[in-house]
């Protein structure tokens, strides 16, 4: 949640950290994060910026996170919804064992093909299957591993009633941007943005879902603008 007198906060590209130190989050980035990003999703990230909807991407420490997920859950059947460029599709195809498979789909074919030479030059293609096009899947029960939700927030509630019925029991869903710049627990007369203020209610009535939810457990993290974990228990 920002102001107009505090857009200087933060000026990383990408960047939805909720933590209040620049300095800190500078720290994790220059330490554990940059050190260790693979060439392709460095060289990815840097071509994101450049794009006029740079905001929308994976942040660089939320798509470490995603890979060391995907592989402590040995995941390798995945579902994508919200590409974009390809950053976290990019950090979950290099989790995946060589014939993992991830079903990416998002209404806007340009975006991904800005980072799919990235993809290709990778040699990580062969695990995608991009779909454009509106995402409320209805088939392929109980046959995902993880299943990743980076899109329109009016949605979220619809992907979860759908959603859980394909991912299998023990799998995860992660639903992204579940704190969304910190405006669930602005006051009402919060200065925030007009896209913000549009899609927070949505977001609230999500975590309460969520968390009402019996047939899963949860676990929500500060990580980037805040990532809610579902793991379906029945």
């Not at 420490?61 to 460029?85: P, S």
């Not at 195809?93 to 990416?104: N, S």
């Not at 299957?129 to 995402?135: C, K, T, V, Y």
């Not at 200065?191 to 969520?210: G, H, I, M, Q, T």
Request: aromatic share 8%; net charge negative.
């Amino acid at each position: 949640m920002m102001s107009n007198g505090e857009n200087s906060r933060h000026q990383e590209v990408g960047h939805k950290s909720l933590l209040q130190s620049d300095a800190l989050y500078q720290y994790i980035l220059e330490t554990s994060v940059y050190p260790r990003e693979p060439e392709a999703m460095k060289e990815l990230r840097e071509i994101t910026a450049k794009h006029p909807w740079n905001l929308m991407t994976t942040s660089a420490d939320e798509g470490q996170f995603l890979n060391m997920l995907l592989k402590l859950i040995n995941a390798k059947n995945t579902m994508e919804i919200g590409v974009f460029t390809g950053y976290s599709l990019l950090a979950t195809a290099m989790a995946l064992p060589d014939d993992g498979k991830i079903l990416a789909m998002d209404i806007n074919r340009d975006n991904y093909e800005i980072g799919l030479p990235v993809i290709e030059k990778a040699g990580l293609a062969h695990k995608i299957e991009f779909r454009e096009g509106p995402a409320l899947p209805g088939q392929y029960h109980g046959s995902y591993d993880f299943i990743f939700v980076d899109a329109d927030k009016d949605n979220y509630l619809n992907y979860h009633k759908r959603l859980i019925d394909l991912v299998k029991v023990g799998g995860v869903i992660g639903y992204d941007n579940t704190l969304w710049n910190g405006s669930v627990v602005a006051p009402p007369d919060a200065p925030l943005r007009k896209y913000v203020r549009y899609y927070r209610d949505f977001v609230l009535e999500l975590n309460k879902a969520l968390a009402a939810d019996s047939r899963i457990e949860i676990c929500q993290l500060p990580v980037g603008d805040g990532i809610t974990l579902c793991r379906r228990i029945s």
